[in-house]
């Protein structure tokens, strides 16, 4: 009944920055959606939000949790140019987002990911990718590591970075698919900080459309 206890707690409140979203049901789907959004005395559209609230949304964040598990913070012997995807958070925090392009660094936050920035090393390249939208900026590492002495001000209890030099900014987005498209294979946008296989290939074609820009 946590469902319907949460719908009742939640049930008038002031959602804001929310967006309209439609999503297409079976008959049978849709009348239990109105009986439960009957008995609460709700919508079906707050039965959905409330759906994707308690499950859908804790459901990516574990899965997210456990593909960042799965990755080693441990340097490449490499000693040649890696080439790393680093998400903006957007779907966290705008600010975050906001901050990463503004100031042109790549930055993670909390105790738990600042220390993935360490694995770029200087003159590594960075893909920075925004949720929904896909690689915005790109540029390369410079080594050095930086940690914010005030990152309560931006709401986290830590935050590393490093500025990119050569900071460019897309005129327009490389979606998620034109990506995979280019690279020939996939790769976990979700996670905080990715290696790229054959990113050269893919900081060849940014760097052929910036220049046709």
């Known amino acids: 009944m946590s469902l319907l206890n949460n719908l009742n707690k939640k049930f008038n409140s002031d959602i804001k920055n929310t967006v309209t979203l439609s999503v297409r049901v079976t008959n049978e789907e849709n009348a239990v959606l ?6 609460v005395g709700c919508t079906r559209q707050d039965v959905i939000y409330q759906l994707i609230s308690d499950y859908a949304i804790p459901e990516w964040r574990n899965m997210k949790m456990e593909s960042e598990n799965e990755l080693t913070d441990i340097a490449d012997e490499n000693s040649g140019v890696s080439y790393f995807l680093l998400n903006t958070n957007k779907t966290n925090s705008t600010v975050d987002h906001n901050i990463i392009l503004e100031q042109g660094i790549a930055a993670t936050f ?80 979700a996670q905080t900080l990715s290696r790229v296989k054959n990113g050269e290939v893919l900081y060849n074609y940014l760097k052929n459309k910036t220049n046709l820009a």
């Not at 990718?129 to 002495?149: K, L, M």
């Open 34 to 39: 109105q009986e439960i959004a009957d008995v």
């Open 110 to 189: 909390e105790d738990d990911y600042i220390g993935k920035i360490n694995r770029i090393k200087k003159g590594d390249v960075v893909f920075l990718y925004e949720s929904g939208s896909g690689i915005v900026a790109y540029g390369f590492g410079s080594g050095q590591n930086i940690d914010e002495p005030n990152p309560e001000k931006i709401n986290h209890s830590s935050m590393r970075y490093q500025v990119l030099s050569d900071f460019s900014l897309l005129e327009k987005p490389l979606s998620a698919r034109d990506v995979k498209r280019v690279l020939e294979n996939d790769i976990p946008f």
